[in-house]
């Protein structure tokens, strides 16, 4: 059914719920799986006035370590489920747009992620990535509540 599903965290107590059920999917099935992670740039979250106090380099740094803090416990509990997985950061991206990015590169067939299930006004502000994922996607996406 499927080989290559696309495991999205973001290191969240949801997101670690999703991951446990992917990889639990992937086991299941017999598939490989990719984990993603995915960081906004520096200018999309960053002022001018940021910029002096928190250099470029420091940011992208500090994302690097994250990023690693994020998928490392999923590259574990991977290994403890015997699932073969592989891990990936995807830089300078908005969330969604670095999961569907990941899962063309990576020629996955499934996509499992978390939503918070934001509502009303947050949701507005914030938005929906697991929104943007469904509606963009061209594989199918798993949404893990």
């Keep these: 059914m499927f080989k290559h599903i696309l495991i999205a965290t973001d290191g969240s107590e949801l997101s670690r719920v999703a991951v446990d059920k992917g990889l639990g999917l992937a086991k299941a099935l017999g598939a490989e799986v990719t984990a993603v992670t995915v960081t906004p740039s520096w200018v999309s979250i960053a002022p001018a006035e940021a910029g002096m106090s928190f250099p470029v380099e420091d940011y992208i740094r500090?994302?690097?370590v994250s990023a690693q803090a994020i998928l490392s416990p999923v590259g574990a509990a991977a290994k403890?489920?015997?699932?073969?997985?592989?891990?990936?950061?995807?830089?300078d991206q908005l969330p969604a747009q670095g999961i569907l990015a990941a899962a063309q590169a990576t020629g996955s067939d499934l996509i499992v992620m978390a939503s918070h299930g934001r509502r009303g006004f947050k949701r507005l502000l914030l938005g929906s990535q697991a929104n943007e994922v469904l509606t963009h996607s061209t594989i199918p996406v798993l949404i893990v509540r």
């Design 80 to 91: 403890q489920a015997g699932v073969t997985c592989s891990l990936l950061h995807e830089p």
């Design 62 to 64: 500090a994302t690097q």
